[in-house]
């Protein structure tokens, strides 16, 4: 490893062995994540800025969603850490000529090799699956506010807390009375691991309730968060129905009324976030070296390095756990690549 690819974060090394086995390919051509990658791209289409927008793709794992926002007319540049899906996504990118990724390249979402302001949106459709303190996850979210230009777009995927434990009722995974503790464990604290190389791989599953705090304290506004899959993930006769265009139709009619519905968020595999860094933002030092956020209600919003949770969370000593407090804050739209498979194939 050279000297700059060692002082460059990286990702646990089980994570890169995980999506080393290529399971990423083809996931999204495969039963429930048709839906996925459906929703996926309807909550695109909706909310980034209109061609020919300059979007980051930050772990944008083989290519998926960066090659068809290519084809729409988007100048996208993809990063990912896994070498294999840098590889790959060249391979998807270079089969369609017409419409290439502007570049590719390996990188980590906590330190990304562009210049302030330059781009007009960033996905992160990934990394914040698997950057377990909650001081990771602001990194990336503040190299995301640093690199877009005022009135960017943030776009942001998470797994959601309760997702590996209705995963394992839908698909008998309690049979194995492994799975429980770990089910068990990200009920209360959201600290996933796999076990063996079964059941996905070291992960932060996120409370509904925590996501629009933590784009908040990043510096971003006029936040929403939505639900990608909502309860259709749910069926267990999904492939059947999705195979029929009228009920696939009503599938995703269901999940559309009900993908801003508070209640049911948390039912919801994978959760959305749209953020806005604000038009008069300006980026200037704080003490400590970390860029602060002004231009804005200093009440709103303290320094990056403030320690503790946000408004909306409160931490139980006991286990670490971050739980919604019984009053939650709420942002402007109340209380979301790479995805989940909890089983091995």
Same mark, same amino acid.
């Given at each position: 490893?050279?000297?700059?690819?060692?002082?460059?974060?990286?990702?646990?090394?089980?994570?890169?062995?995980?999506?080393?086995?290529?399971?990423?390919?083809?996931?999204l051509?495969?039963g429930?994540?048709?839906?996925?990658?459906?929703?996926?791209?309807?909550?695109?289409?909706?909310?980034?800025?209109?061609?020919?927008?300059?979007?980051?793709?930050?772990?944008?794992?083989?290519?998926?969603?960066?090659?068809?926002?290519?084809?729409?007319?988007?100048?996208?540049?993809?990063?990912?850490?896994?070498?294999?899906?840098?590889?790959?996504?060249?391979?998807?990118?270079?089969?369609?000529?017409?419409?290439?990724?502007?570049?590719?390249?390996?990188?980590?979402?906590?330190?990304l090799?562009?210049g302030?302001?330059?781009?007009?949106?960033?996905?992160?459709?990934?990394?914040?699956?698997?950057?377990?303190?909650?001081?990771?996850?602001?990194?990336?979210?503040?190299?995301?506010?640093?690199?877009?230009?005022?009135?960017?777009? !943030?776009?942001? %995927?998470?797994?959601?807390?309760?997702?590996?434990? @209705?995963? #394992?009722?839908?698909? $008998? /995974?309690? &049979?194995?009375?492994?799975?429980?503790?770990?089910?068990?464990?990200?009920?209360?604290?959201?600290?996933?691991?796999?076990?063996?190389?079964?059941?996905?791989?070291?992960?932060?599953?996120?409370?509904?309730?925590?996501?629009?705090?933590?784009?908040?304290?990043?510096?971003f506004?006029?936040?929403?968060?939505?639900?990608?899959?909502?309860?259709?993930?749910?069926?267990?006769?999904?492939?059947?129905?999705?195979?029929?265009?009228?009920?696939?139709?009503?599938? !995703?009619?269901? %999940?559309?009324?009900?993908?801003?519905?508070?209640? @049911?968020? #948390?039912?919801?595999? $994978? /959760?959305? &976030?749209?953020?806005?860094?604000?038009?008069?933002?300006?980026?200037?030092?704080?003490g400590?070296g970390?860029?602060?956020?002004?231009?804005?209600?200093p009440s709103?919003?303290?320094?990056?390095?403030?320690?503790?949770?946000?408004?909306?969370?409160?931490?139980?000593?006991?286990?670490?756990?971050?739980?919604?407090?019984?009053?939650?804050?709420?942002?402007?739209?109340?209380?979301?690549?790479?995805?989940?498979?909890?089983?091995?194939?």
């Amino acid at each position: 490893m050279s000297g700059a690819d060692a002082s460059r974060p990286q990702p646990p090394p089980e994570v890169v062995a995980f999506y080393g086995r290529g399971l990423e390919e083809q996931r999204l051509d495969e039963g429930k994540g048709k839906l996925e990658r459906w929703r996926t791209q309807e909550l695109l289409a909706r909310y980034l800025p209109p061609q020919p927008a300059v979007v980051l793709d930050v772990g944008g794992g083989t290519g998926h969603y960066s090659v068809w926002l290519a084809q729409r007319g988007y100048s996208v540049h993809l990063i990912d850490p896994v070498p294999l899906h840098v590889e790959q996504a060249r391979a998807r990118s270079a089969a369609q000529p017409d419409a290439q990724l502007a570049s590719i390249a390996q990188g980590d979402a906590r330190r990304l090799h562009w210049g302030a302001g330059q781009v007009d949106a960033v996905l992160l459709l990934g990394p914040l699956y698997h950057l377990t303190t909650r001081e990771e996850r602001l990194d990336c979210l503040r190299e995301a506010w640093r690199v877009l230009r005022p009135g960017g777009t !943030l776009i942001a %995927v998470v797994i959601s807390r309760f997702a590996s434990t @209705l995963d #394992g009722l839908v698909n $008998h /995974l309690f &049979a194995d009375p492994r799975y429980a503790p770990i089910a068990w464990q990200d009920l209360r604290n959201g600290q996933h691991r796999g076990l063996d190389g079964k059941y996905f791989t070291t992960a932060y599953l996120h409370h509904p309730a925590e996501l629009e705090p933590e784009l908040f304290e990043a510096g971003f506004r006029d936040m929403r968060v939505l639900a990608i899959e909502g309860p259709g993930w749910l069926l267990q006769d999904f492939q059947a129905q999705w195979a029929d265009a009228n009920l696939r139709e009503t599938i !995703l009619e269901v %999940v559309r009324r009900t993908e801003a519905e508070p209640s @049911l968020l #948390g039912a919801s595999s $994978h /959760l959305m &976030a749209i953020g806005r860094k604000p038009s008069d933002a300006r980026p200037s030092s704080g003490g400590d070296g970390r860029a602060l956020v002004v231009g804005h209600d200093p009440s709103d919003l303290e320094t990056s390095g403030a320690p503790g949770p946000p408004p909306s969370v409160a931490t139980d000593a006991s286990d670490g756990a971050v739980r919604p407090r019984a009053c939650a804050w709420r942002g402007n739209a109340g209380i979301t690549h790479l995805g989940v498979r909890w089983r091995s194939r």
